[in-house]
């Protein structure tokens, strides 16, 4: 069920060298989310777009960036990756119409480590 | 903003009985109230959810009870098979301005071990 879906799947980058995780969807969903999940955590949410405007979670860092250039792509750029940026990031979709909850469809993840 | 707090952290089971998860919200405005099974190295997976105009849902060996009163929700896994083992997620929803889509709050996850 590729529905969303994240390249790479693994992700390996030196400390403080810029990296582009991409996610793309087949659902026509007008919401996307990145999430940031670490050793089993609760997944901790980034940012998410609703259409095309941007909404970013207060403590997010400032090293993280998205782009969303249409509705099926959604970019996370990590402008100097630090050590403690390892960790699963995941895509997620949702659609959101009548707003009281519609579910998220997660992507399979993209593994990044930084060495 | 929204609190979510789960319990147990771990939790180990016989093959064959039954688990049970709860978790409790703080925002009386949520709605909406997925459950996510994540296996290691896997994606959350959507298993079962509940909005708040029922008081329980049944998907085949699952089950979600809500009570709005009390803020609490529940997971319930009967008849435990060895592939049930994961953690599991639950989460709130208000999904109720535009603007924020549907912002899900997690709970902290229970790590789930089924013994054969």
């Known amino acids: 069920d590729a529905m969303v879906i994240q390249n790479p799947r693994y992700q390996v980058t030196q400390f403080g060298k810029p990296v582009t995780l991409s996610c793309s969807q087949t659902?026509?969903?007008?919401?996307m989310y990145w999430y940031q999940q670490k050793s089993s955590q609760a997944p901790k949410l980034l940012f998410h777009y609703y259409d095309k405007d941007f909404n970013n979670e207060a403590d997010t860092p400032d090293n993280f960036q998205s782009r969303r250039p249409n509705t099926s792509f959604c970019f996370l750029d990590i402008r100097s990756p630090g050590l403690g940026d390892a960790a699963m990031y995941l895509c997620?979709?949702?659609?959101?119409?009548?707003?009281?909850?519609?579910?998220?469809?997660f992507g399979p993840g993209t593994r990044l480590l930084v060495l | 903003g929204e609190n979510v707090e789960q319990h147990p952290s771990t939790l180990s089971v016989q093959e064959g009985d039954s688990a049970v998860i709860k978790c409790t919200y703080s925002?009386?405005?949520?709605?909406?109230f997925p459950w996510y099974k994540q296996e290691l190295g896997k994606r959350p997976q959507l298993i079962i959810d509940?909005?708040?105009?029922?008081g329980e849902k049944k998907d085949q060996r699952i089950a979600v009870t809500l009570n709005k009163t009390a803020k609490h929700f529940s997971l319930h896994i009967t008849e435990t098979q060895p592939e049930d083992s994961a953690v599991y997620f639950c989460?709130?929803?208000?999904?109720?301005?535009?603007?924020?889509?549907?912002?899900?709050?997690f709970g902290g996850g229970t790590r789930v071990l089924v013994k054969p």
């Open positions: 659902l026509n969903h007008n919401v």
């Open positions: 997620a979709t949702s659609r959101d119409i009548r707003g009281d909850g519609e579910t998220q469809y």
């Open positions: 989460a709130a929803s208000t999904g109720r301005i535009k603007a924020a889509g549907n912002k899900l709050t």
């Open positions: 509940i909005r708040s105009n029922v």
């Open positions: 925002d009386s405005a949520s709605n909406y």
